[in-house]
């Protein structure tokens, strides 16, 4: 049975300085144990958001790749390719500031001195506007809803 006593949990919105720095949770930098982290173009729910994996999330990801046994070595080899060329290696300073390359701040509609969404996921995060993450929260919890009724959680 898997423990979680270290997950990226909660949703946090900061402010991005002028240079697209933006201060990740306490708890979550245990996890990136050396800083060192992948940023990853993506979307959700037709939404730009930046995926930040930890190097332990992003071996799992190419793990996952390699593992699909109904993929030919062409196609593990082309969605490797992808990935990598979609991530960038980013490091967070010791103050838990994590360095947001100007380029990939307008991926996700962020900007320098205005608001991010950090979105914690389990084994990863996700950074998204406060625009984006509204319209991305009412279909999450729209698509949630039936499985809600199932399970009772929330």
């Keep these: 049975m898997p423990t979680y006593e270290h997950t ?40 730009p958001i930046l995926k930040v994996y930890t190097e332990g999330e992003f071996e799992s990801v190419l793990g996952e790749i390699d593992s699909r046994a109904e993929w030919t070595p062409k196609q593990r080899a082309l969605m490797r390719g992808k990935l990598f060329s979609r991530c960038i290696k980013v490091t967070m300073n010791p103050q838990g500031k994590l360095l ?21 996921r389990g084994t990863y995060f996700e950074i998204v506007s406060a625009e984006n993450y509204s319209e991305m929260c009412a279909r999450e919890d729209a698509e ?11």
């Design 100 to 120: 947001i390359p100007k380029a990939l701040c307008n991926h996700p509609g962020v900007e320098p001195d205005g608001p991010a969404m950090l979105v914690g």
């Design 8 to 47: 990226l949990e909660g949703v946090f919105e900061h402010k991005l300085d002028p240079k697209c720095r933006v201060s990740v949770p306490s708890d979550w930098r245990v996890l990136a144990g050396s800083g060192v982290l992948r940023l990853l173009k993506a979307e959700k729910y037709d939404q």
């Design 144 to 154: 949630t809803l039936a499985l809600n009724e199932e399970m009772d959680i929330f």
